[in-house]
């Protein structure tokens, strides 16, 4: 990282890849959201976390930016207008958000009034989502599909959800539910709108290959799909029969595997059409992935970009139907993380450090002391690029073998201390000596990796960012100021939660095209705010979080870029711990009211006097109304 500048700044965190266009860096190394591009209208992260903190929005933060979603939603559709035009397709196009991807309320209303020119329409998987879902869409054209496992009640307000004019189908996932549409139908006298999921035999590949295959939890066997056609010719609803669904996963890293499923898919349509089925519409699916690191090789990233997949639905889709002489469908996709993903970050602050590095000389050691210290010393003193390896090993033994020593209680725990003293003294001066060495390149690393620094973040990993926890998913993390200095650091990240999994150990590399143990950072200093990004977290993330240790939502906000600047569209109040606890059945009134008896208490037994006592109540009450993330003293 020699001759530091902002391309280096922009290779090592990867910001051309995963930011696709939406994230730069500018002339002061802060780093800029450009929906449109560095020379249109954008906004700098660090002015703008410093000015929401101005107005009273506090750190950890997510900031979300509707202008993205614009440009992503449009990307879409003007990729499938592009290959319908370059193949001559004959059919149409037609997106789909699935809301379970964020079904934030500020989210979905951007994403209708967004969509409303291309007539994107929303699906749901639950009852809770299609109530959502049938309140917020009321475009006639939009398409609103029904899937997951659904009851009575659900079809039926489906089926009559039709009356309202609503462009609603229920997509069959399991072959018992055709027979409450079609009960449904005779009930309310109305012809639905019907689709059959298929269960594809081809499989994806990615963490989330289960979607798909024989295995797979939702869709109908090729048996089970001729049964249902056959039921619906005998109710006489086979015109009822509109859409025909598969679905192989989501974040699909390789497009071979999307071609796969797409001939398997499109043969099905194909077929039944031919067997006299009409349906209008073939629904591919999500599985539009998101290059979230840019090595093309992960299942964080993928190899193929959003005009090649629209390219080969397209054509895939017309070659089958040529073939096999039928009518060309519309064409759906359920594409979710890659229309929001983009969208939104996770601004936190670093409120602590960990350093492990030794770089003043370790203590005196007589010829009288144990044996284990004279060798370490022996080590530090002669150390060098010819014994570095072999010192290095010998080094990881002693250290190993100083445990059990002081386990057995044959080491004193003056001994223990001025042993730690000497590892970490010897390895900061080894690791030193080796960096610019090719011969050591391994060993370097591994040391990098033991001398890391640790930085405490003010965030909680197991809210903000849990398929990170989960499923070891990886998200670029980096600073946003800074950039224009070259980082010297290399830290793991962790967070408020009391937990060992509360951390960020795993990290881009570009490069190397595979995750990198640490994260090069500035140096920290408490009296100066240090700020970290972590990006692409629009899709899943806000919906999975979880309330380990009670820490709550974050702060949100809406965000819009224009040729004036920025403004803020709306600001949603994280959770206060009041409301926290309220979730965990907590009641407030309860629980201060037990403080407020054992503070009396005990002034009557004389061990806290009144003004404790009411001072000991503010912060009590104030605690329960604050948030639940670390804040800043109030100043007035």
Known sequence: MKNWDLEKAKELYGVDTWGAGYFDINEAGNLIVCPQGKDKPHVDLLELTEELQERGIRCPMLLRFPDVIHER????????????EKYEYKGQYQGVYPIKVNQQRHLIEEVVEIGERYNLGLECGSKPELLVVLAMMTNPQALILCNGFKDEEYIETAVLSRKLGRNTIIVVERLEELDLIVKAAKKFRIQPKIGLRAKLQSKASGRWVDSAGARSKFGLTTSEIFKAFEILQKEKQLGALDLIHFHIGSQVPSIKTIKNSLKEGAQVFAELVRMGADPTYLDVGGGLGVDYDGSATTDSSVNYNVQEYANDVVSIIQEVCDEKAVKSPNIVTEAGRALVAHHSALIFDVIGLNRVEKTDAPPAVSKEEHKVLIELKDIYETLDLNNANEFYHDLVDIHDNSLQLFTFGILSLAEKAKIEQYFWSIATRMCKMIKNSKEHEDLYENLKKLLSDTYFCNFSVFQSLPDSWAV??????LPIHRLDKKPEKEVTLVDMTCDSDGK???????????????????????DTPYYLGVFLVGAYQEILGDLHNLFGDTDAVHVSIGENGYSVNDVVEGDTVGEVLSYVQYNLEKLTGRIRKAAEHSILEGRMTKIEARTLMRY???GLSGYTYLEEPESL
């Open 73 to 84: 939603i449009k990307l879409l559709n003007d990729c499938f207008y592009n290959a319908i």
């Open 620 to 622: 009590y009450q104030n």
């Open 504 to 526: 960020i150990a795993k990290f881009i590399d570009v490069e190397a095209g595979e995750p990198r143990n640490t994260l090069p950072v500035h140096g920290y200093s408490p």
């Open 472 to 477: 070891g998913h990886m998200f670029p993390v």
